[in-house]
């Protein structure tokens, strides 16, 4: 073994390259390896100056009530998730975040080692069970989860912002980034045999671009809510993409094998930041309900239109 050992060294020498200089490339691969796993994504770092970015209110809560502004609180959103961005020509690079759920000890508020320098903040407030992917913020996205729907009230900070000695806390103010249709059925009951109701629907997106507050895929929306006995109104949301100001929705009764009992369709639903629309009529008492619904504009705040078929 002493002797292959020796000739290896001696075979290395002979090419000019020492066996230490093959150790630090095998290293550098490792790294570089490892670095491609977590691109953009930056480890905290104790260095650079604690700056503390609380939650100072939600704008708007809720849909349909007084213009209002509140604070931050379970009863509003259950989860936040934080980033920090920096820009270097077109690519934003995330280098802190984390994601609070309500009930943590510091929600609503979180504090980052930054070294001076120029900044973007992302601050979302939202009730989905799933964390959204922020790695990128021109393109956020929600995943499905099994207790709530994929999209969910959700509320944006974004902002430049700049770090130095004399600046080390920032109170943000969030707006409502999304549209609500909310479907409010007049049926006396609704069937036993109806287990879930189906929302389909095209003309909004499920994927957030931040730095606009716009939706920025043509997503086509499927979100699917069980049946609660006694309840009647049924909400589902969408980010509104820049191009476009209406949906196409189709709604589905299913029983528990998923079949389709009863379906009704709806074009050119209005849709508008901050406001909800809402359907009022019986599902279970009609034929299949299938055209265009004339539109009555509702005066009340946050109220986008309020249509009864």
Not at 18 to 41: D, K, M, N, Y
């Amino acid at each position: 073994m002493k002797q292959k050992t020796m000739r290896q060294s001696s075979a290395l020498k002979k090419t000019g390259v020492s066996l230490r200089s093959v150790l630090a490339f095998l290293a550098l691969t490792a790294f570089t390896q490892s670095c491609t796993e977590r691109v953009h994504i930056v480890p905290n770092s104790a260095e650079g100056i604690p700056v503390t970015f609380s939650v100072g209110s939600l704008e708007q809560v809720p849909f349909g009530d007084a213009v209002q502004s509140r604070a931050v609180s379970s009863d509003v959103c259950k989860a936040i998730s934080f980033a920090v961005y920096t820009l270097n020509g077109d690519s934003y690079t995330r280098v802190q975040n984390i994601n609070q759920s309500a009930g943590d000890e510091s929600f609503g508020s979180v504090t980052f080692n930054l070294e001076e320098g120029t900044y973007y903040l992302l601050a979302l407030a939202h009730n989905s069970d799933t964390s959204p992917t922020t790695t990128n913020p021109e393109k956020i996205e929600f995943s499905k989860s099994k207790n709530t729907t994929k999209m969910t009230d959700t509320f944006l900070y974004w902002s430049m912002i700049t770090v130095n000695e004399s600046t080390t806390s920032f109170s943000l103010d969030l707006t409502r980034v999304v549209a609500m249709f909310q479907l409010n059925l007049t049926d006396e009951s609704i069937p036993a045999n109806v287990s879930q109701l189906k929302f389909y629907y095209q003309g909004g997106s499920s994927t957030l671009d931040a730095t606009s507050s716009c939706g920025c895929v043509a997503s086509k929306q499927t979100e699917i809510i069980d049946v609660t006995p006694g309840v009647k109104t049924y909400e589902v949301y969408t980010f509104i993409r820049s191009n476009s100001n209406s949906l196409e929705m189709t709604v589905s009764a299913l029983n528990s094998e998923g079949t389709v009992l009863k379906e009704m369709k709806f074009k050119d639903v209005p849709i508008t930041k901050n406001y909800k629309t809402r359907y009022t009529g019986e599902m279970f008492g009609k034929q299949v309900v299938e055209g265009t619904i004339s539109i009555n504009l509702n005066s009340e705040w946050m109220l986008k239109d309020e249509v009864t078929f």
